[in-house]
C-alpha cells in the first residue's frame, strides 16, 4: 500500500512539470506588454530564434505594411526583452518545436509561416476567412489564454 501510494507520487511529480511545461512563457515585460499589444495580442519571444526580433525591431517603420515605430529607447528595451527570452534561447516545450523548423541562419518574421504552426493549423481555408478569425495571426480568436501562454 504505501509502496503504491510512493509509486502514484512519483507519477503526479513528472506528471505536472510535463504539463506546466506545455506553457509557452507569457509576456511580463511592460513596455512590451503595452507597446506591442496595440495591434494584436503580444507575441511570446519564444516563438522566434534571438536573430528575427532584432531584424524585425530594426524595421518597425514598415511593419507587414504598418508604420510601428518606437522611440529608440523603447525599441532597445523590447529587443533585450524578445531577445532575451527567445526561441533559440528559452529552447523548450513549443521554442523547441518551433526552432526545430528554423535555419541555422535563417530570420523569420512570422509565427504563423513556420511549419510547426502549419501541422497544428492545418484547417480549410474557410476557417480562416471566417470574420471571427480573419489573420492566422489572431492566435486570440481560438486561443482565448493566448496572452497567458497558454495554447494546449
Ligand atoms: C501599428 C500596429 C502594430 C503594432 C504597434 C505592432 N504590430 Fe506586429 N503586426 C501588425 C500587423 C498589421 C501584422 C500582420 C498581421 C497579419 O498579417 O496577420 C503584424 C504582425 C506581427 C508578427 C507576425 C505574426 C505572424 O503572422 O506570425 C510579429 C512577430 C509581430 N507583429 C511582432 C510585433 C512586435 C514585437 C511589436 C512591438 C514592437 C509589434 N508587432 C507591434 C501590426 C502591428
Ligand atoms: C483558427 C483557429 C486558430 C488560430 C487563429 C490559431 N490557432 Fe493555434 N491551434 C488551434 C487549434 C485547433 C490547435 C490544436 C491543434 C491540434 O492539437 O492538432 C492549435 C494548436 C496550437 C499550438 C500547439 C499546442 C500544443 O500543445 O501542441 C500552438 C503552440 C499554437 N496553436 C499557437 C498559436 C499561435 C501562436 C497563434 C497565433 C499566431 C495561433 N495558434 C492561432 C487553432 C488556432
Known amino acids: 500500500m504505501v509502496l503504491r501510494f510512493a509509486i502514484l507520487t512519483v507519477l503526479l511529480a513528472t506528471a505536472l512539470p510535463a504539463t506546466a511545461d506545455d506553457r509557452v512563457p507569457p509576456v511580463t515585460d511592460p513596455v512590451v506588454l503595452k507597446e506591442c499589444g496595440v495591434c494584436h495580442m503580444p507575441f511570446q519571444p519564444a516563438f ?25 529607447d523603447a525599441v532597445e528595451t523590447i529587443r533585450a526583452y524578445m531577445t532575451g527570452n527567445a526561441g533559440d534561447v528559452v529552447s523548450r516545450g513549443a521554442a523547441r ?55 494546449e
Open 97 to 151: 518545436k518551433f526552432m526545430r523548423w528554423v535555419a541555422p541562419d535563417g530570420t523569420p518574421q512570422r509565427i504563423t509561416e513556420n511549419p510547426a504552426f502549419a501541422r497544428k493549423h492545418n484547417f480549410p481555408q474557410s476557417v480562416w476567412t471566417d470574420p471571427k478569425v480573419v489573420a492566422k495571426s489572431n492566435c486570440l480568436a481560438c486561443h482565448p489564454r493566448a496572452a497567458d501562454g497558454h495554447y
Open 48 to 72: 522566434l530564434p534571438a536573430r528575427s526580433w532584432s531584424a524585425l525591431l530594426q524595421g518597425l517603420g514598415d511593419h507587414f505594411g504598418e508604420d510601428a515605430s518606437l522611440p529608440s
